[in-house]
């Protein structure tokens, strides 16, 4: 049965991509552009992955915060409030 009439992406062709580790509408559509022209398919998409991708399975793919160098061109702003300045003497 097809998913996305746009492209004819079918039922099986989502569920491989979904078996192959993509678990959002997003990696579908990089992965096959089921999801990127008209839209309508995204909501099945959506239902396929649901039953494929479990939250349980995302749990142990948290990536690990990066870490940045103080003074490094791509360091972050911190927050004011986050910021300690020592005593005055």
């Keep these: 049965m097809y998913v996305c009439s746009c492209f004819g992406i079918t039922e099986a062709q989502v569920k491989k991509h979904a078996d192959a580790g993509a678990c959002t509408p997003r990696q579908i559509a990089s992965a096959c552009k089921a999801g990127t022209d008209c839209g309508g398919c995204v909501r099945r998409i959506q239902a396929l992955l649901g039953r494929d ?17 103080v003074g490094h061109p791509m360091a972050m702003p911190v927050a004011a409030q986050d910021v300690r300045l020592p005593d005055a003497a």
């Design 53 to 69: 991708c479990s939250r349980r399975d995302l749990v142990g793919q948290q990536r690990e915060p990066a870490t940045v160098a």
